[in-house]
C-alpha cells in the first residue's frame, strides 16, 4: 500500500563507529573506456566561464573554467558482512571510520548484515554488535534483508516460526521493503527472501524459491508510479537474481519494470561475495564484493576484495567507484610528528648478540639474544618473528610480542636449533622479520616489515676447495650480494674499498658497491663515470672522474675508492680520475652492504648491477695513494682486511670468504666460470 510507503519516509535509520587499521589496499588495475557502459560519454562535465566567480590580480591568456553549479551529491553502498570470521567486523568498523573521512549523504547496504542462520538469542546479540559498529556513522544508513539476517536455524526438536527472523528484523533494521527520495533521486529497497508461496522453504539455492510475492510486486508498481518524474531511481537488492542459473529467470518481470520505468540508473546486489558488472537495457546492473563477508580475495584487482562503492549523482550523470578499505586514510591524522617520526622506525635495525655458530657437521644449538631500541617519542608494538625457507630449523619461540616504550628498549631471547646436515644449495640462514606499528593516541601506523638475515660464524666448517678456473658473481641487473652490517665492522678513519667490475650497460644510477644513505660510502658508475662518496659531518665528500672518461661495457675494469683522513679519492683501473679535499667523522648505520647496487633506508638494494663483479675487498687505511698503482687481479687478505670476497666458492646462498661467509646471494646472483 502507498500507506506504508508514506510512512517509511519518516523512519530514520541509523549513525557511526570506531576502526582498527584496514589491510593493505591492492593496486588498482589500469582500465581504459567500457563501451557496454549506458553512462560513459566521450563529453566532459559542463564547465564554465563567469567573471563573476572568479577573482585574481595577475594577467593571463587563459580562461580556467569554473565547475558548473548544480545539486549533485554522492553515497556509499556496502557489500555483506557475514559468511566469514567474527572479525570481520572489525573490517565493517574500519570501512565505518573511513566513510566518515569522505562525508557522503548516505550510506546503503546490500544485505546480510549479521551471521544469523540461529535462534533468537544469539540473533539478537549478532543484531547489537553490527549495530553498534553502524553507529560511528555520522550518515544516516540503509539496510537490506539478506539470507543471513532472516533464516531462522535451531536444533532438532525445536520448530522453525513460518516467517522466521522476518519480524525480528522489522523490529530492529526496518521494513523488509520501503523507498525513499533524497534531492534527484529516489532509493528502492527489495526483498529477495520471501518464501516460496507453495511450500513456505527459503532457499537462495532453488530456482522455485526465487520469486517475488504479489504483495511485494503491487507495491513496487506503486512506487515506481510516485518515482516517475524522479531524474535517478536506484534499487537495492540481497541475490542478484538478475544473473540467471539458480536464481531462475523471476527477475524478469523485475527487470521489465524498470525498463518501462525509464529513469531507473543502477541495481545493487550482494551475496556473491566478489564484483560482478552485468549492463542490461540501460540500466547498470553491479554486484558487489564484502565488507568484513567471507572473502577469499583469490584476485583482488578483479573484485575479490573488501570494499564499498562511492556513487556520485549530477544532473544527467551517475559516476561510481570502487575504494578497497584501507583505501581512506585521515589526513589529520598525520601531524608534523608522525611524519617526522615514523619513518624512522623503517630504520631501526635489532642488535644480535653474536653470529649464529655452526658446527662442524652443519647443526646449531645456540641462543641469541635480540635487542630493539624505539628511537621516538611515542610507543612502538612490536612483532619478532624468526622464519627460514629451510625447514631443518627450528626456533624456540617461533616469534615474540611486545610494546616499546617512547625511546625505550626490549630484549628477546631465541633458541636456534639447525639438524646436522651439509651446508647446501638448500641451506638458509634464518632471517629476523620486525613489525613494528607505531602508536598515536587515535591511531597506530604499520610500518613495513623488514627481513633481517641473522649473521652466521661458518668458521668451523671446511674451506671451500679453490676452483681451478677464475670464477665471478653474475648479476643480472636485480642480482646482488649482500652482507650484514655486522660482518663490516669498519673503523672511523682511513679506508679503502675495492672491486673488479664487468659492465653490459650502465645505469643512469649506477651502485657498484654501496652502503649509503645518507651515510657511509659508496662506489658508484652512473652511466659509466667512476664517484666514490663518503659522507662526513653531515656531508658527502665526492671524488667523481672527468666526464669524459667513462668505464667501457663489456670490459673488465678496477675501481677503487679511499679515505686516507685528508681527502677522497676515485682510481679506474688504477690511474687517480678523481680527488676531493675532505676531514671529518664517517657517518654510521646499520644498513647492509650491497655488492653490485645500492641501499635504501630500509635496507633493499637499488640502483644493481647488469653485469659481472670480483674481488671485493673492504680495507682499514688507504692502501693506495699519489697518480696510480698496478691493480692486482687477485687480492690477499691481510690484517687491514675487514671484507674480502673472492668469489671463489659458495656455502648454499652464502658466498664464501677467507674465515667467513661473507655475503648472502640474493635475486638469482649466481657464480660462474670464467
Not at 59 to 79: I, K, M, N, Q
Not at 222 to 236: N, R, S
Not at 609 to 622: K, Q, T, Y
Amino acid at each position: 500500500m502507498y500507506v506504508s510507503l508514506s510512512l517509511l519516509l519518516g523512519a530514520t535509520l541509523c549513525p557511526p563507529a570506531l576502526a582498527p587499521a584496514a589491510p593493505s589496499p591492492p593496486r588498482a588495475p589500469a582500465r581504459g573506456p567500457c563501451h557496454d557502459d549506458p553512462q560513459a560519454s566521450s563529453h566532459e562535465r559542463p564547465r564554465q566561464i563567469d567573471a563573476g566567480r572568479f577573482i585574481t590580480s595577475r594577467r593571463s591568456a587563459v580562461d580556467l573554467p569554473l565547475p558548473e553549479e548544480t545539486d549533485s551529491f554522492f553515497f556509499v553502498v556496502y557489500g555483506d558482512r557475514t559468511g566469514g570470521p567474527d572479525e570481520g567486523v572489525e573490517i565493517l568498523r574500519a570501512a565505518v571510520d573511513e566513510t566518515n573521512l569522505l562525508g557522503p549523504d548516505l550510506v546503503m547496504t546490500v544485505g546480510d548484515l549479521i551471521q544469523g542462520y540461529n535462534t533468537a538469542e544469539p540473533w539478537m546479540t549478532q543484531m547489537r554488535e553490527f549495530r553498534d559498529a553502524m553507529s560511528g556513522l555520522r550518515a544516516p544508513w540503509f539496510p537490506v534483508a539478506g539470507n543471513h539476517d532472516i533464516y531462522f536455524r535451531a536444533p532438532a526438536g525445536v520448530a522453525r516460526p513460518a516467517e522466521e527472523h522476518e519480524g525480528r528484523y522489522e523490529m530492529h533494521f526496518g521494513p523488509l521493503w520501503y523507498a525513499f527520495k533524497h534531492k534527484s533521486a529516489w532509493f528502492i529497497v527489495l526483498y529477495t527472501d520471501e518464501a516460496n508461496p507453495e511450500t513456505g522453504e527459503r532457499n537462495f539455492n532453488k530456482a522455485e524459491c526465487q520469486t517475488m510475492s504479489p504483495e511485494q510486486l503491487a507495491w513496487l508498481d506503486e512506487t515506481l508510479e510516485v518515482t516517475a518524474e524522479a531524474e535517478h531511481v536506484f534499487v537495492f537488492c540481497h541475490h542478484p537474481r538478475w544473473i540467471g542459473g539458480k536464481y531462475g529467470d523471476d527477475w524478469d518481470k523485475v527487470h521489465r519494470r524498470l525498463v518501462a520505468a525509464g529513469n531507473v540508473k543502477g541495481v545493487f546486489g550482494g551475496h556473491i561475495h566478489k564484483m560482478r558488472y552485468d549492463p542490461r537495457d540501460g540500466i547498470e546492473y553491479f554486484a558487489l564484493a564484502t565488507v568484513g563477508g567471507h572473502q577469499g580475495g583469490s584476485v583482488p584487482e578483479a573484485g575479490y576484495l573488501h570494499c564499498y562503492d562511492l556513487v556520485t549523482v549530477r544532473p544527467g550523470r551517475i559516476e561510481r567507484a570502487t575504494l578497497p578499505v584501507g583505501a581512506a586514510m585521515d589526513p589529520r591524522e598525520i601531524t608534523g610528528k608522525v611524519s617526522a617520526e615514523a619513518p624512522r622506525l623503517t630504520r631501526v635495525v635489532p642488535r644480535v648478540s653474536g653470529p649464529v655458530f655452526i658446527r662442524p657437521d652443519g647443526s646449531v644449538s645456540t641462543e641469541v639474544e635480540v635487542t630493539l631500541q624505539n628511537p621516538v617519542t611515542r610507543p612502538v608494538e612490536m612483532e619478532l618473528r624468526l622464519t627460514s625457507g629451510d625447514p631443518r630449523w627450528r626456533f624456540t619461540p617461533d616469534h615474540a610480542h611486545g610494546r616499546l616504550t617512547p625511546r625505550g628498549t626490549r630484549t628477546v631471547k631465541f633458541r636456534l636449533e639447525h639438524t646436522p646436515g651439509a651446508i647446501d644449495a638448500a641451506f638458509q640462514a634464518p632471517s629476523l622479520a620486525v613489525g613494528l606499528d607505531y602508536l598515536t593516541d587515535t591511531a597506530r601506523f604499520a610500518i613495513p616489515v623488514r627481513e633481517h638475515p641473522l649473521p652466521l660464524d661458518v668458521s668451523s666448517l671446511p674451506p671451500v676447495p679453490r676452483p681451478s678456473k677464475e670464477s665471478f658473481l653474475q648479476l643480472s641487473g636485480r642480482a646482488h650480494a649482500e652482507v650484514s652490517a655486522a660482518a663490516v665492522p669498519l673503523p672511523n678513519g682511513p679506508f679503502t674499498v675495492e672491486a673488479w667490475v664487468r659492465a653490459r650497460a650502465f645505469a643512469a644510477r649506477q651502485g657498484l658497491v654501496c652502503r649509503t644513505e645518507s651515510s657511509e660510502y659508496g662506489l658508484f658508475a652512473n652511466g659509466g663515470r667512476l664517484s666514490f662518496s663518503v659522507h662526513l659531518d653531515g656531508a658527502y665528500a665526492k671524488a667523481e672522474a672527468p666526464e669524459q672518461t667513462l668505464m667501457t661495457p663489456e670490459a673488465w675494469h678496477h675501481v677503487a675508492g679511499v679515505f686516507d683522513g685528508e681527502e677522497v679519492r676515485a682510481y679506474l683501473d688504477g690511474i687517480l680520475v678523481g680527488r676531493v679535499p675532505a676531514k671529518g667523522s664517517r657517518t654510521a648505520n646499520q644498513l647492509p652492504f650491497i655488492v653490485g647496487g645500492d641501499v635504501l633506508g630500509d635496507g633493499a638494494a637499488t640502483s644493481t648491477l647488469n653485469g659481472d663483479i670480483d674481488e671485493v675487498r673492504l680495507s682499514r687505511g688507504a692502501r693506495y695513494s699519489g697518480d696510480g698503482f698496478k691493480p692486482l687481479r687477485r687480492h690477499v687478505p691481510d690484517e687491514q682486511t675487514v671484507l674480502y670476497l673472492p668469489m671463489d666458492g659458495a656455502l648454499g646462498p652464502y658466498l664464501r670468504g677467507p674465515r667467513s661467509a661473507g655475503a648472502t646471494m640474493k635475486a638469482g646472483a649466481r657464480l660462474i666460470q670464467d
